[in-house]
């Protein structure tokens, strides 16, 4: 399989999360070909725990889209409703440890780059669909998974590989369900992995920290709308019920011990100049390096929003819409992934930890792995990026490719000896 080929053909079709029809049906169909045992749509995660999901209109036109673009009929009307996830299974010849490896799917809302110095639109390999890219490198992430389990399909090793292609990474929301649906339960040793993050070409660290807990909330407020000149004292304005919740959040106190972040990232409201609104959405999320503290920011949100629907006489409704938790990596994979990175010559740096920073839903895999007794970590892997994760010119070199499925494979035949 060519690994490079494979993320190119990923990049141009970019899913976002929960839509990920065309993505998730290459890989059944590539771990199918491979011999894995696969599980996939309901099979994968629970339906219910999903943070997030895109609204039906939103699901329906991307699964059109998908089957103009390829995506096996047969494989993705398992997945209808947003049921993206899949799980290669390859038993071993004898009984042994069950590892797993993670690799996140999704796509972002981004419109990307059309300037000629940018190297996927230089090579003919940009997105085919507008306001929406891998400005993460979630497509490396899935070709890299998919040419280790070509690496591993001879299945001559004892126990069991196990390999999680995960939707709706973005905004927290995706490996809640993987978890709920006991995915990784059976798992000894889970280890997780990204591209960049600021790390040069060449650098690899076999742990990460500083990850923040955070919680993503979707909040809605319902007025009463009314003739803004000839009667506003009958409307009841949920605009200004919006933007009372969104000062008053922004204007929460920062915490004496541990790192927070608060946002909000989307106020949407009204109709008409001359309607008082009846109707506004928000997004909002917390973030702590302590899932405590991150959990009394959650609370005081949800206090906020409350007392301003009540100031405005208003009705609202508030939804978690995504999840995640600090992550703790365990030494023993960190020095076993220095001892394998340090075989390979184009991992010239090779570290403990990196500093994550922002927040990962694989941490939710890792501490349940981890409850039931056994290890994980989030390793990062180096590689130059012309511009910011999440930046419409975002991009990898992608001479890390290689080197990283060796990696991987690697770890694998060390583990399942």
């Not at 590539?30 to 609204?55: I, K, T």
């Amino acid at each position: 399989m060519d690994v490079i080929r494979t993320r190119r053909d990923l990049h141009q079709h970019p899913e976002v999360g929960f839509t990920e029809f065309r993505t998730a049906s290459r890989v059944v169909e590539g771990l199918q070909s491979l011999g894995y045992d696969v599980l996939f749509g309901a099979d994968a995660l629970d339906e219910a725990s999903r943070n997030g999901v895109p609204s039906q209109k939103e699901l329906d036109q991307a699964y059109k889209r998908a089957i103009d673009d390829g995506a096996n009929p047969e494989i993705i009307s398992k997945m209808q409703g947003g049921l993206t996830a899949v799980i290669g299974i390859l038993e071993g010849h004898a009984p042994g440890p069950t590892i797993a490896f993670r690799f996140d799917m999704d796509a972002l809302p981004v419109h990307e780059s059309t300037e000629n110095d940018h190297f996927p639109q230089k090579q003919g390999f940009r997105s085919k669909y507008e306001q929406t890219m891998h400005a993460c490198a979630h497509d490396a992430h899935t070709a890299i998974g998919l040419s280790l389990a070509e690496k591993m399909a001879e299945g001559s090793f004892s126990g069991k590989l196990k390999l999680i292609f995960q939707p709706a990474e973005e905004g927290g929301r995706g490996a809640h369900s993987v978890v709920k649906k006991g995915v990784v339960d059976d798992v000894d040793k889970i280890y997780c992995l990204h591209l960049g993050l600021d790390v040069p070409l060449g650098e690899i660290s076999g742990g990460s920290k500083d990850w923040l807990a955070t919680t993503k909330m979707m909040i809605e407020f319902f007025g009463v709308p009314s003739h803004s000149g000839a009667s506003p004292e009958k409307g009841k304005n949920a605009l200004i019920g919006a933007a009372t919740a969104l000062l008053n959040i922004h204007s929460l106190p920062r915490h004496s011990t541990e790192q927070t972040r608060i946002n909000v990232g989307r106020l949407e409201g009204g109709s008409a100049v001359n309607i008082i609104p009846h109707y506004a959405k928000m997004v909002a999320e917390t973030r702590s390096t302590s899932a405590m503290v991150n959990a009394e920011l959650e609370n005081k949100i949800k206090s906020i929003v409350k007392h301003s629907a009540e100031m405005h006489e208003l009705q609202y409704n508030l939804e978690v819409i995504g999840q995640a938790i600090p992550i703790t990596c365990d030494q023993e994979l960190i020095t076993l992934i220095k001892e394998e990175a340090a075989q390979i010559d184009d991992f010239t740096s090779v570290q403990d930890y990196h500093k994550g920073g922002g927040s990962e839903d694989a941490s939710l895999l890792i501490k349940r792995v981890q409850e039931l007794g056994g290890k994980g970590t989030y390793m990062i892997i180096g590689t130059t990026i012309p511009a910011p994760h999440h930046h419409q010119k975002f991009d990898i070199d992608e001479q890390v490719l290689e080197p990283t499925v060796k990696l991987l494979e690697r770890i694998s035949k060390r583990e399942l000896v």
